[in-house]
């Protein structure tokens, strides 16, 4: 089970609906928190899915009475109102997460929802509303919904799907997101000298995949960029999950990553380092410590619209017992806590337990 403890009377990532499931991905401990938010409902896709029209979106979450937010449909769906400035310090406790010495959003699987302050994805998850309550990590994840992509569909013959990428979005050094992006970053991802991907094996059904992973080609066939705003990826045989197999791919830079040397990208220094890990997200690199931590600062440029805290910072303990201790006294904000401390968490009054699923990895 997962535990998690927030601070209460924090406001936690009003501007993220991501929040809800901040460091879920850390499987197979507890830990606490304040009431977080909830993604809405969607239209699950058939043929075409389309993110609704900025005019026809709805007016952004407001607390209930309870101090929870109500959900928000997915044209918003990073947007709440809330106050400006502030800073959010979690803490992260091994052997959960890779670490913030390895920030390869390629690799480091499970550090999955702090790499998605700095990148994004195609597509991502909704959360049903349905299946939350007060607690943001018993939900489950609904339909997909738009993200980088505002819209995608297959071809009559089910082998080749269409993205048509959302106009005007930035990388954080303010150059154009453009679908060239997308397709190296599923070359990258394929390629053996990068080391493993998380959504590698996801991939395989796209066309030439297979001689990208095994050493024979660098172009990968079955993804292409007709236009700047447009991919289109083809797979040898009719794929109805090819959306879900792409959603955990994050996109990177083509114009700053591709001159690494393919062989030192899993453990380079670029994904860590201020100034030059470029992302679409709400959020940017500020400060590294090796083994320490690692601050992000808000990206005001962000696509969706300028984020509301300042900055989080992410804080690495060797055990549960430490970082519950750093809670207790109000160096950070969130922790996991394990089944064990789960009594003895639930003394602390300035803070909230909500329990989750855990989870054990067998690759």
Known sequence: ???????????LLPMLVVASLIFAACAGTTATTAPGTTDAPTTAPTTQTTAPSESA?????????????????????????????????????????????????????????????????????????????????SGQYGPLTPELADSWEVSDDQLTWTFKLHP??????????????????????????????????SLSSISGAQDIADGKATDLVGVKAP?????????????????????????????SVEPIPRETIEKNDYFRTPGKAIGTGP?????????????????????????????????????????????????????????DEVERANTIETGTDLPGPSGVNLD
């Open 283 to 339: 959020f940017m690199v500020k400060a590294y410590s090796a083994g320490q931590s690692m601050e992000l600062v808000r990206n005001d440029n962000y696509w969706r619209g300028k984020p509301h805290l300042d900055n989080i910072i992410r804080r690495e303990f060797k055990d549960t017992a430490s970082a519950l201790i750093a809670f207790e006294t109000g160096e950070v904000d969130y922790t996991y806590v394990t089944s």
């Open 168 to 201: 005007g979005i930035k990388w954080s050094d303010g150059t154009d997101f453009t679908s060239a992006d997308v397709k190296f970053s599923f070359e990258l991802c394929l390629d053996p000298k990068v080391g493993p991907c998380y959504p590698g094996g």
């Open 1 to 11: 089970m997962i535990q998690t403890r927030w601070a209460k009377g924090k406001a």
């Open 57 to 137: 979106a709805p007016e952004p979450s407001t607390p209930s009475s309870e101090g929870d937010l109500t959900p928000i449909a997915p044209a918003d769906a990073r947007l709440a109102s809330g106050p400006d400035g502030g800073t959010f310090t979690g803490a992260f406790v091994g052997p959960c997460c890779v670490g913030v010495d390895n920030m390869n959003p390629m690799s480091a699987g499970g550090d999955y929802e702090f790499l998605h302050f700095i990148w994004e994805h195609l597509l991502t998850n909704t959360v049903a509303p349905d299946t939350v309550s007060k607690n943001p990590f």
């Open 227 to 255: 236009d700047p705003l447009t991919v289109t990826i083809t797979t040898d045989k009719p794929n109805a999950l090819l959306p879900y197999n792409v959603q955990d791919l994050f996109i990177l830079q083509k114009a």
